[in-house]
């Protein structure tokens, strides 16, 4: 469409028009093409002249106008749509925890994800040009509504019921008749057929205009308003404070704090449940295959009261709730959420409650609780005292033969008491104390306090005294404050979509003049319920139509 | 008319630079939960072996060294020796080599640095809150704190007398 | 239960008859009579007869997928094979609705065969009920999925318009433009090739082949150690291409040839890539030769001679149909496949939207669908263009649906045993 900045906007009706007006907007007649053009008319937006339609565009509105272009809209997505589809060849960074992205693509998919990783394209969906996609593509949602929808809405606001010859003549449904009957009676049983479609009607001497569902025309422009805001909700996650999210190992027992919250969640117990044989199919069980059927955290959650920033003293904690965590069920309190994500099996030392014997009598002068963490240095059983001198979680020797301990973890643990009390030296004598069963042979307890335990022994009753956490649970801690507003979002949206696809603007225009009949019927969307609904209504005030005549179809190229 | 169009214009196309800028600018410049080289080092406030709780800020105005380490790791043990002698060498200088073990036992701290006949502070991160804040994976690994209280260089893994040398220098300016 | 579901499989089998039938009648009632004066009467009468056939087929289907439900415990829509089947179940549906917004007969000779090509490609999968993984285990799999094949199924039916609108205007004349032809014949011969994978599939089923490949496996477990383990994969057919890193096995030679011929590239990394790619490779093979057979006999492109059936039929109302279609199917494709997506990505991946793959190519089909629908708003992008733009939109809906779970692996990966 050529714009000249000097034409003459003013119709033979005498309305006039804001320059880029395509159709009169009073009286329909086309603006541009001369009276011998019968080619239908471009009905877009009703013909007006859209906001950024200006005879002089300075900067702003260049800008303006690039993203006013449905055109620049598609270029848009379908760049965003091949964008999107280079980060799918590999997996992207954000899939995997703990891994050295710069060596884990050239490692695993040599050279070719190498450069896959170098491009940036490894965290496509966090890359700056991404971002400026989907800001491009807002901003576009944006404008482009706006510069669409006020004059559109005027247009279909102040309709003239009287419309051009022209314009009539010229629409993708035309029906010309002579009428031998009484004008009058014909025009109100049109009214009558056309009242039963549910069309609301207006008339103006000899002219009627009937129109149905305007409502689907701010169809799209809702949905681009429910777009906008789930966009900007998803811009406003990254306000400090409204989104959090990490992994944590929960190991059984054992509260720990989520950070910025006075919460700490505790993991009580765990279940993994598998499907039994008989509930699988015979081919799954030949091949050996296992389905898991419940990964289960049951959880409790505590709020601290005191000493919760303390770097020494042990938090003060008040239970809030319980609840169990399941796959499909995550756990809601005050905006924090937790989902079950991943477990371990392995089960770990927490504590041991050993004996203290007489090794001639067997006699016992009771017990002492041995924590493998925070561990106490002092303790008193019966007439002896026990003071711990060493302590080493995964107990080896290291080439000289000095012990040491190999990590963390209470994998082999190992305790050098010193005990004093009756029948023992003066300054005390050593007793290195290995709780479980295979380190007491692996590492010859015996051997070592030979001289000790001819005296007295450190030794577990049973495994009651041994406590001992069976699984740590791995879940995901949330917190999402925006997330209302992308549900809103995305709501809007749909009631917009469901609005515009669903149903189809309607009008119809009738004009009668010295028996001759004009009609001219437009549509949005959907030019085979139109045509069959104007060649009914015809029908029921006896005038025998074609649907497929009337259609003047709109795609001949 | 025309000039209430503009204005909209106008204020419509300011929010979207700004939003749409903030939203780029965010991927451009990812803020990191972790320090790095340059940037600010949280405030950490840690019990010191053997006595008060002490605060990183309060070495404000002062070059840092710290120091993470575990007694189950063999390179935090190769690099005591190095870390000691700096610590003895520039004690007096405006330095400060601070070791922070990765929530261990006293006991077993206290033996460690027995054993290895250390005596520069060490600062017990019992609940590992420090070793989070500061982002540690490896062990051992090594920060080097401007006075101004900003990273001037991170080591993973073990730390020679060399390197210690080197930045120690650059952060005292001399 | 076990009765049930026996009744469930007759059930789809007679289906599957039905629709082939249907499919029969449908040609014969537009190409059945010769006569000019008769035609019309011809094509209601045997249109009419097709489309009850159709209706009983679809109630067969629904008979299938009901039995199904209550023998299995959970609503069919849990794996490959369940997914397929619905899928050709809402194809029917969608195409009853178009059916009888438009009266169309013609529109069965090509929507008819699209639904039992599908069901017939789903029996290629394993099909014995299994139990629901905890990750399944939600309302949401009945809401999101049923959504999301619903409108995967309007978008079918806008791609058979569309390709019939294409079928119908390409010019064969010997001086037209050689480009439109050519393009619409690869179209056809993508077609073959599905066709042709089920057939090979099928016959080497039916000849009961079976021969398992053991291939070693490096895991990083989670204290960062490298596992080294074996895995076995059953091969249906005979496999030319073998796993990575598989161990020899003893496999009898085909025609001569010493098999297997190479192993999978490294950077296919879906649940049994190689075994997938090896049935790509055959299925190829196989279409091809189906191809070739076809040409041989008829000697003509398919699409030039089926381009006579459609005479009758206005492009317009073609056009029209494939943009009404794809049009409905939209916003249902938005909800089930997007919003209905995210909701369930929140309550089990904790996150709603995670740029996984599947998540991605849904995320592509839909900007894909949305760029025609703003596209069409010119007029320059109706008729020939925007029919192929629906084309092209259903090829992305297929690789969403097959293509992401071959290629490329990712939380979804469960959904492609």
Redesign the interface.
Known sequence: MVLTSFQNTKCECGHQNAVGTVLCEACGKPLYDDDSNHSILEMRYDGVARKSQKASPGLIDSVWNFFSSVKIAVILIVITLVGSSLGTIYPQESQFVNVDASQYYKTTYGTLGHIYYLLGLSHTYESWWFITLLVMIGSSLVICSLDRVLPLYRALHKQKVRKHDQFLKRQRIVYEHELTTDTEQWLSDTEQALRKKRYRITKNDGALMAEKNRFSRWGPYINHIGLIIFLLAVLARSIPGWHMEYYAAFPQGEPRPIPDTPYYLQNDHFTVEYYSDKEMPEQFVKEGRVMPKLFETKATLFRCVSNCDDPVLEPKLEQVTKYDIRVNDPFEYDGILAYQYDFDLTPKLISVKPMLKDQKTGQSFGSFDVKMSNTETQYTVGPYTLELREKYLDFALDEKGTPMTKSQEPNAPAFVFVIKGPNLPESGEPYMYFPLQKDKVRFQEEAINRDIMKKLRIEVASMNDVSISESTSYLNIRKDTAMPFVWVGATISMIGLVMGFYWQHRRIWIRIEHQQLLLGAHTNKNWFGLRNEVARILQATQLEVDAKAIDRGGNKV | MGKRNKVVQIVILAFIVVLGGSAIGAALFKSEEVPVVGSRVPDIKLQQLNGEVRTLSDLKGKAVVLNFWGSWCEPCKREMPALQSAYDQWKNKGVDIIGVNYGEDELVVNNFVSQMGVHFPMWLDRKKTASKAFGIRPLPTTFFVNPDGKVHAIKLGEVTAEELDTYIKQMIGS | MKLLLEISQDAYLIAFFLFCIAFIMFVFAMAGHKKKANRVVHERRWGIIAFVITLIGLAAQIVYFITRWIGGGHIPVSNMYEFMSFLSMMIIGAFIVMYL??RSPVLGVFAVPLAFIIMAYASVF?S????L???L??VWLKIHVTMVALGYAFFGIGFIAGLMHLIRCVNWAPDAPRKPQVWLEMIMVLIVVIIGFTAVVFSYRGAGYEVTIHQRVEEVD?QGQINSKIESTVYTMPPLIAPLNSEPADINPLLGIQLPLMEAP??M?GVQAARKLNTTVWSIIGGLLLYGLIRLLIRKPIAERIQPLLRGM????L???S??SN??G??IF??GG??FA??WA???????W????KE??A??TW??Y??YL??R????F???RSSWLSVIGFIIVMFTLLG?NLI???LHSYAGV
């Open positions: 917004i438009y394993p014995e009920v299994q139990p993984i905890p990750q285990d939600s989670k490294d950077w990394k206005d492009p317009d109302d056009d029209e149909i943009y009404r049009a409905i939209f916003p938005t909800l997007l919003v995210m909701i929140q309550i089990a991946w904790s996150r709603f995670a740029w996984d793959p991605v190519w995320l592509i900007l894909c949305s760029a703003h596209l708003l010119s007029r320059g109706q008729g020939t992401v490329i692996s990712g």
